[in-house]
């Protein structure tokens, strides 16, 4: 058996099963490039354990979160989305697609007016809105729920399922390749290096285990000071925490405000300044743009590190198929596998609706049903 027809299996084994393409599918990018081709009908096995068989190349795709939007448009397939949410609204060309969010949630009407061929849907919005995904399945709508990645390399394989299942094979492969390479790139260039804590902070609450964001941390070269505190999911954290805490750097979406209160200036990180603020849609949505979130705290701690991940980068792209990269993507297969089939967001209990969460974005399904932490009007300036 041939070299390439040995990717193209690896490839494509568990995509159609509806489970996540091992990394292994990713040894040789040059392979990948004439081996990944879509065909169709093709049926996956979604979050909620349903069969959806998608008949024909989705020529019209409506995305009902920020996070599938995004990775669509990193797919170069935005011309395909013909239907977003409100808080996609940031991506170039967004808005000129259809607006898909109502003021109590999914606007089923408009997502069914728009004709679409495959609806996107996060699995934090299937828990709190079943009813209406159920209406779109109903009118003969191929409805996809994605599940909710726990790590940077879950969202790689999402990545990959979502060119998979639309259309769009070779650039998912492509895509999620580069995600994974750069993920061993930062993690080579960090032996070695002393971690320091760090704390992601939004609205009062914090990213604790279980988490894609402790994932962009930790890749980054932080520990996570919420996940060693026990903190699992996005979890409020209490001030005296924070102060035992003392975490040296606190990580903030650029739509939350910097955390300020006698305990939080009492720490390392406020004292010295290092609040490291970064665009949410990089930091809180589980999309290709994820690894931008690492790298701008990898640069903000660890400084050398970063000189030598991006050299690494460099090198990399002078020498795609270098043995060394195939050989460590096909050790890190099983683990990558392991950690991507996440069936149920953190914040799933939530009855909180798309017109008040940004879905994808952690914490904001529990931040959105707490009136008092006021996340309704903040999330309102999610660009």
């Keep these: 058996m041939n070299r390439q027809l040995v990717v193209a299996l690896l490839a494509f084994a568990t995509v159609f099963a509806g489970i996540p393409a091992p990394a292994a599918a990713a040894v040789d990018q040059a392979a990948s490039h004439q081996t990944a081709t879509c065909t169709f009908p093709v049926t996956v096995t979604d979050a909620t354990g349903t069969d959806v068989t998608i008949a024909e190349d989705p020529e019209r795709v409506v995305t009902t979160n920020p996070s599938a939007a995004q990775t669509m448009w990193e797919l170069g397939a ?26 109590g949630g999914l606007n089923v009407e408009a997502v069914i007016g728009l004709e679409p061929d495959l609806v996107l849907v996060p699995n934090s919005s299937y828990n709190a809105e079943p009813d209406r995904i159920a209406q779109l399945r109903s009118a003969d709508i191929s409805v996809v ?15 990959e399922r979502v060119g998979r299942m639309t259309g769009n094979c070779e650039a998912g492969v492509e ?4 995600m994974r390479e750069s993920i061993r790139h930062m993690r080579a260039a960090l032996d070695g290096a002393e971690r320091p804590v760090g704390l992601n902070s939004f609205f009062g609450y914090s990213s604790g285990s279980g988490t894609f ?32 805490m003392n975490p040296e750097y606190i990580v903030v979406p650029d739509h939350a405000p910097v955390p300020s209160s006698p305990a939080y200036n009492s720490t390392t990180a406020m004292q010295e300044g290092n609040v490291i603020v970064i665009e949410a849609h990089k930091l809180q949505q589980p999309a290709p743009r994820a690894i931008e979130a690492s790298e701008a705290i990898l640069e903000a701690v660890h400084p050398d590190a970063y000189e030598r991940y991006r050299q690494l980068e460099t090198e990399s792209a002078t020498e795609p198929d270098s043995t060394a990269t195939a050989t460590t993507t096909a050790a890190d297969a099983t683990a990558t596998a392991a950690t ?20 994808d974005a952690p914490g904001f399904g529990v931040v959105a049903g707490l009136a008092a932490v006021g996340a309704v009007a ?6």
Excluded: C, H, P, W
């Design 78 to 103: 935005r011309d395909e989305v013909v239907g977003v949410s409100q808080y996609a609204m940031y991506l170039d060309g967004a808005a000129e697609k259809g607006n898909v969010s109502g003021s």
């Design 378 to 383: 903040l999330l309102a300036r999610r660009r």
């Design 145 to 159: 729920v994605s599940e909710s990645g726990k790590s940077l390399d879950a969202v790689a394989d999402k990545t």
């Design 213 to 244: 964001i402790s994932d962009i941390m930790t890749t980054a070269g932080l520990r996570n000071g919420a996940a060693e505190a026990n903190l699992t999911g996005f979890a409020q954290i209490n001030e005296e925490l924070v102060v035992e």
């Design 340 to 359: 991507a089939t996440d069936a149920t967001e953190a914040t799933a209990t939530t009855e909180s609706s798309e017109s008040t969460t940004e879905s």
């Design 175 to 178: 895509r999620a390749a580069e």
